[in-house]
């Protein structure tokens, strides 16, 4: 309520004439979960501590509204699309990718290609986390090669493939192969053993 006029003001209708598009809705929907004085709709309650007939309209908070309705829409706000992913959709969409890159590895012998493919498999093995990108020869690859999880002989292979197909020399081809086949293995741990023995 603004003291000079004593008006009330009407935050949704202020929120979504003032903000474009959906950030307006999406911030007037967040203020009626956050409670407070002003409200169209509020309980009127006596504001005034001298005794005046001033009055202002206050409607009860909510936080575990207030905290879902963030959750579910601070992401819109920012102007990017987001949807929650239960675990079994998720677990799907990780198995499918999985197939996906595991089929194209298996059809590629260009070592920049079988480079990126096993690091992506790798990463998303390792991590949990699907990667991909102009960026996975480079940063993507030193997390993973510095990951714990990561065999330190597996990283030295994915490091010295990258670092030839960086020089455009001449590629070793056994060391493409094991750098496949590393990407190809369901569990890289059990691979590096395998390769030991």
Not at 110 to 138: A, C, K, N, W, Y
């Amino acid at each position: 309520m603004d003291e000079d006029s004593q008006h009330t003001y009407k935050p949704l209708p202020t929120l979504r004439k003032v903000l474009s598009g959906n950030m307006g809705v999406t911030l007037a929907r967040l203020w009626t979960h956050c409670g407070g004085e002003c409200y169209d709709g509020g309980v009127e309650v006596n504001a005034a501590a001298d005794g005046s007939t001033s009055s202002c309209y206050v409607k009860p908070g909510n936080v575990n509204e207030f905290l879902s309705f963030v959750e579910e829409n601070c992401l819109s706000i920012c102007g990017m699309p987001f949807t929650k992913l239960n675990k079994k959709s998720e677990k799907q969409f990780l198995f499918a990718r999985r197939q996906e890159l595991t089929s194209a590895l298996g059809s590629t012998s260009d070592p920049t290609t079988v480079l990126e493919f096993t690091i992506m498999l790798l990463f998303q093995q390792i991590r949990g986390f699907t990667v991909s990108g102009p960026h996975l020869t480079g940063p993507i690859l030193k997390l993973l090669c510095n990951e714990k999880k990561t065999p330190e002989a597996i990283a030295n292979l994915l490091l010295q493939l990258a670092d030839q197909c960086a020089n455009d020399g001449s590629v070793d081809a056994d060391l493409v192969a094991k750098v496949k086949a590393c990407g190809l293995s369901r569990d890289v741990t059990k691979h590096v053993l395998e390769s030991n023995e």
